[in-house]
């Protein structure tokens, strides 16, 4: 905690800030509340269990100010079993966000990093990502085999955290140690032939003081993409040991390490050959890797991460936590890269000429280097003051991150090829192009309470004051940039309950964050600079209702404004970027229906209605335009359905529905609509001593081909990507 009192020291606001809190809900009696808790107190153990699966009994470890369900906190959380993703045959990012119709992808595809949107906003990979609550990369590919769920948060997320896109934050909470003996072997095989095996034990020793949980996995994959073939491998291990006086030990760690042939993206097309892509290209075969090339490398991310942590029971009323974590993620990335066209008679940028050729460059960008320190330690209790009763918290967090490069990248142009007839090329691996090295600390301190006053109303306040230092420079030591900033991202929410199982709250919050012109010196003039931060804003409101069943209807409307980069041209080639030149103002409705319409069918309705819309530009031609890649309606519906008289079998089909998208900022080329049918099979077996769940599934039913996603990069280059043909995959559980 020493960082904590230093850093609240040398900020007046946060002392201010913290002293007219305690004046308004007469914290300065926690002393005595405290005292209180003397050796004769017989609390209840520590007991480390699952979420209840239920969704109107969810919790959700995201939400971070109060302790009670989902379904009665003023915001919109979504939290997705990892179970209910094995039953589906996910394995990535791409197949958890198609559980939630508020997510969608962005600029997903095999053997790279994956992204993700919500609610419209594209997440920032080092920003809005989370593991069991503290900050993590999401630089390296996802692994679901030690994770519980995926808390999804969607929506502002300044009081969760200083720095953040305003979409919302991800949340991956870790297995840990079982109360009862867990002996689990999964293997799968799917595609043209991919191969998962992997294992799952917990448990506990001596009399319940030790716990274990260990997870480990191999996979040989041969993805439907010709030519790219991949490997992974992957441990992690979790203990707790349960110590006198009602605390708790944590510690697990975990190591990846991925193999894997790229998937680049297609573009649009220039047919009048302008020098303009105009023309959306019929869904290729999504087969095609343009990345087959005789010197095609694999992508290669080998991710370690460790983390400590401390729970102590000081009451019935009172609680503290110290969490510490280290995640270190080392990348080859190495790809044939298509993008743009030199080869008519006119230079296209972004998109391909006419004919379907496009330039390819030998891109390599050996050993970078990130990592992420982070360290948390929060006070959670409850008061009361007159008749009003308080939940109320207090926590201080520190994250130190860091990327490093070589000294230079290759991006070298190779020669042309064609999207239909792929040529073959020579390889240029020398690097030549300069990188950035990046860096970034955050100090925040936050403090959140929950004031209820009697059953029915509540009112939810949070304020996050953040200390922010960033600094990049060049490789060769110019272009040094470094900046210092201090904000606080304020929320607040009033809830009532008008019948019992129903909710209403309405919210306010705002958010900061940053960004960096990219590492592209013929582009860009301040290439590699921190911008200095900007912030949104969101205003919701929203209604809960907890069926019969423990289902849950939801139903909420936002709207968020964004103000992001702009680009100005200084009479020469190369751009300047600058913070505040163009916003965007998200508008949405997001309903949700989960729960049993049938005492054998479970039905899931979700739908997200979306106006995203460019309301500042200097550029015309997209202002009042809808934003690019962003659907204005995403929805899906699941059932699923308990065979009757075959006991443990259930088949669950779910049809995914995704408006246009917009391809280029004057929304002249767009998406069409796409609809896309699932449908798997579980049957649960018990044989004595040993449980078994057969499953088999097929993804994209009609084998439709369509374009899923359109992304426009932080660099300017769009891209197409296809969605997956038809995908079979079987596999077996076996627990004992």
């Known amino acids: 905690m020493a960082h904590a009192l230093k850093f609240i020291q040398r900020n007046d606001f946060v002392l201010i800030l913290i002293r007219l809190y305690c004046a308004l809900v007469?914290?300065?009696?926690?002393?005595?509340?405290?005292?209180?808790?003397?050796?004769?107190?017989?609390?209840?153990?520590?007991?480390?269990?699952?979420?209840?699966?239920?969704?109107?009994?969810?919790?959700?470890?995201?939400?971070?100010?109060?302790?009670?369900?989902?379904?009665t906190t003023p915001l919109s959380i979504s939290v997705v079993r990892a179970e209910n993703l094995r039953q589906a045959g996910a394995g990535n990012l791409s197949n958890v966000l198609r559980a939630d119709?508020?997510?969608?992808?962005?600029?997903?595809?095999?053997?790279?990093?994956?992204?993700?949107?919500?609610?419209?906003?594209?997440?920032?990979?080092s920003l809005n990502f989370r593991r069991d609550g503290l900050p993590a990369s999401n630089y390296a590919p996802l692994v679901l085999e030690n994770k519980e769920s995926i808390e999804i948060l969607k929506g502002l997320s300044g009081v969760q955290t200083g720095t953040s896109t305003p979409g919302g934050l991800i949340n991956y909470t870790i297995k840990r140690p079982t109360n009862t003996a867990l002996r689990e072997i999964f293997a799968g095989i799917s595609e043209r032939g991919t191969t998962l095996l992997s294992t799952d034990l917990g448990g506990r020793l001596r009399d319940g003081v030790f716990g274990y949980r260990l997870n480990a996995a191999v996979e040989n994959r041969r993805p439907m993409a010709d030519q790219a073939p991949g490997k992974r491998s992957f441990l992690s291990a979790a203990f707790d040991v349960r110590l006198p006086a009602d605390s708790l030990l944590e510690t697990e760690f975990e190591l990846s390490n991925t193999q894997q042939i790229s998937v680049p993206g297609f573009g649009l097309l220039d047919k009048n050959a302008d020098g303009i892509a105009e023309t959306l290209p019929a869904p290729i075969n999504p087969r095609v890797n343009l990345n087959n090339q005789a010197w095609s490398l694999p992508f290669e991310s080998r991710s370690k991460v460790v983390s400590l942590g401390f729970k102590q029971t000081l009451s019935n009323a009172w609680r503290y936590s110290l969490q510490a974590s280290s995640q270190k993620i080392r990348t080859n990335d190495r790809l044939a890269f298509p993008d743009g066209c030199g080869n008519g008679p006119t230079y296209v940028y972004p998109g391909f000429c006419g004919n379907g050729d496009a330039d390819v460059y030998d891109y390599r960008s050996e050993n970078e280097r990130r990592s992420l320190q982070a360290l948390q330690a929060k006070l959670?209790?409850?008061?009361?003051?007159?008749?009003?009763?308080?939940?109320?918290?207090?926590?201080?967090?520190?994250?130190?991150?860091?990327?490093?490069?070589?000294?230079?990248?290759?991006?070298?142009?190779?020669?042309?090829?064609?999207?239909?007839?792929?040529?073959?090329?020579?390889?240029?691996?020398?690097?030549?192009?300069?990188?950035?090295?990046?860096?970034?600390?955050?100090?925040e301190v936050a403090l959140t309470d929950?004031?209820?006053?009697?059953?029915?109303?509540?009112?939810?306040?949070?304020?996050?004051?953040?200390?922010?230092?960033?600094?990049?420079?060049?490789?060769?030591?110019?272009?040094?940039?470094a900046y210092l900033q201090r904000f606080t991202t304020?929320?607040?929410?009033?809830?009532?309950?008008?019948?019992?199982?129903?909710?209403?709250?309405?919210?306010?919050?705002?958010?900061?964050?940053?960004?960096?012109?990219?590492?592209?010196p013929d582009q860009f003039a301040n290439y590699g600079e921190v911008l200095p931060a900007l912030r949104s804003h969101q205003q919701e409101i929203g209604f809960k209702q907890v069926l019969n069943d423990a289902g849950l209807f939801s139903a909420s409307f936002f709207n968020i404004s964004k103000p992001f980069f702009a680009d100005t041209l200084p009479g020469s080639d190369q751009n300047?970027?600058?913070?505040?030149?163009?916003?965007?103002?998200?508008?949405?409705?997001?309903?949700?229906?989960?729960?049993?319409?049938?005492?054998?069918?479970?039905?899931q309705a979700q739908i997200m209605l979306l106006d995203a819309r460019i309301t500042k530009s200097l550029d015309i031609t997209e202002l009042g335009r809808r934003v690019r890649n962003v659907p204005p309606y995403n929805a899906s519906l699941a059932t699923n359905w308990t065979?009757?008289?075959?006991?443990?079998?259930s088949w669950t089909n779910r049809l995914a529905f995704t408006g246009k998208k917009a391809v280029n900022a004057d929304n002249s080329i767009q998406l069409p609509a796409t609809a896309q049918l699932d449908s798997y099979i579980n049957w649960r077996q018990q044989l004595q001593t040993i449980g078994l769940t057969w499953r088999a599934g097929i993804?994209?039913?009609?084998?439709?081909?369509?374009w899923k996603d359109a992304p426009t990069q932080y660099w300017g280059g769009s891209y197409l990507f296809p969605a997956q043909p038809r995908t079979f995959r079987v596999s077996v559980q076996m627990r004992f």
């Open 26 to 71: 007469g914290l300065v009696s926690l002393p005595a509340a405290l005292a209180q808790s003397d050796t004769n107190i017989s609390l209840a153990p520590v007991v480390v269990t699952g979420k209840a699966g239920a969704p109107g009994q969810e919790t959700a470890l995201i939400g971070g100010i109060s302790e009670a369900s989902v379904a």
């Open 101 to 125: 119709s508020s997510s969608t992808d962005f600029y997903n595809t095999i053997g790279f990093i994956e992204s993700a949107q919500i609610r419209g906003f594209l997440l920032d990979n």
């Open 380 to 443: 959670q209790g409850n008061i009361s003051t007159a008749w009003v009763k308080h939940e109320v918290g207090v926590s201080f967090t520190q994250s130190r991150y860091a990327e490093r490069f070589e000294a230079n990248q290759a991006y070298n142009y190779v020669g042309y090829t064609n999207i239909y007839q792929p040529l073959a090329l020579p390889a240029d691996p020398i690097p030549r192009d300069k990188n950035t090295l990046r860096d970034s600390q955050t100090k």
């Open 450 to 481: 929950v004031m209820r006053f009697g059953e029915k109303w509540s009112l939810w306040l949070g304020a996050r004051h953040t200390e922010l230092k960033r600094s990049s420079i060049r490789t060769d030591g110019s272009r040094g940039v």
């Open 490 to 520: 304020p929320w607040a929410a009033l809830a009532y309950v008008p019948w019992p199982g129903g909710y209403v709250y309405a919210s306010l919050g705002s958010g900061v964050e940053s960004e960096v012109v990219p590492n592209r």
């Open 576 to 603: 300047i970027r600058f913070a505040g030149g163009r916003e965007a103002r998200h508008r949405g409705l997001e309903l949700v229906w989960k729960g049993n319409i049938l005492p054998s069918l479970n039905l």
């Open 643 to 649: 065979v009757p008289g075959m006991q443990g079998l």
């Open 699 to 706: 993804d994209n039913v009609f084998d439709r081909r369509y």
